[in-house]
């Protein structure tokens, strides 16, 4: 029998208001997986998050977290779940030290094992020589590795990234992401919510995608990019073109006299398409893939277009 990090059948939750933010949702998520949950604003994620966190009172179905029902043993299930909120809602006044002391003792830590399990994570997030400093005091990549260090204070197994580089600079978003890949190559298991899609395309093995609270996609994000019938590159020309192309039945705009964008579909190749402009006297000089493939996959299965 599969043991599953997170199983959840038929969940559905419905506010005072009468707004349904989930609708019989069902979801399993293996032991082990980097796990991307992905959705608009406003389609169910929060609440689905809320839910298996214990900050959402559900209004039907079954949540179960390392095997443990959240409704018959809560305090079980609670312990096996890390949660990395997107916002740093911490002390900035207090110790770090104390910070992750406080943080294990509220999961049943006597004092010397909160201490051991602080020094630990903060250890094995480098920080170890910032524990005596107060969040005040950090860079904002310290402060997102504080976020991180005090979700894995009490060891969970199951650590929940909501929005975790929401904000940031690419270079601690980059950060972040090598120190996550680490953590899961551990066998901790990771789901990720983010609005950068090529996070998730980066680092994830398999996604779910929310919408107006359904599920509409659960697979692998190899099979999921599979799906998409073509890609757009990117072509930097070596020289100023300023009169119209004839590509045949290749789909390209010219963003500037020197940079075309070109539409690939999968019967198409770029051999065919170099030949192409070979003929028109036309020279590429570099050639990149749009960013991001994941995105208009994401666009089109909610239904929602880009500006």
Known sequence: MMEYALSIKHLGKTYRNGVTALDDVSLDIEKGDFFALLGPNGAGKSTLIGIVTSLVRKSAGMVRVMGYDIDTHFSQAKSKIGVVPQDFNFNKFEPIIEILKNQAGYFGMGRHAALHAAEESLNNLSLWEKRKLTPRQLSGGMNRRLLIARALVHDPELLILDEPTAGVDIEIRRSVWNLMRE?????????????????????????????????????????????????????????PVTRLLDLEDYSYKFLDDKTLEVALSYDKTLHGLFNLLDRHGVTVSSIRNKANRLEELFLTMTHRNSE
């Open 183 to 239: 953590i899961n190559s551990h066998g901790r298991t990771i789901i990720l919510t983010t609005h950068y899609l090529e996070e998730a395309e980066s680092l994830c093995r398999n996604i779910g995608i929310i919408d107006r609270g359904k599920i509409i996609v659960n697979t692998s994000m190899r099979k999921l990019l599979e799906k998409l019938k073509e890609e757009s590159f990117i072509l930097y020309l070596q020289n």
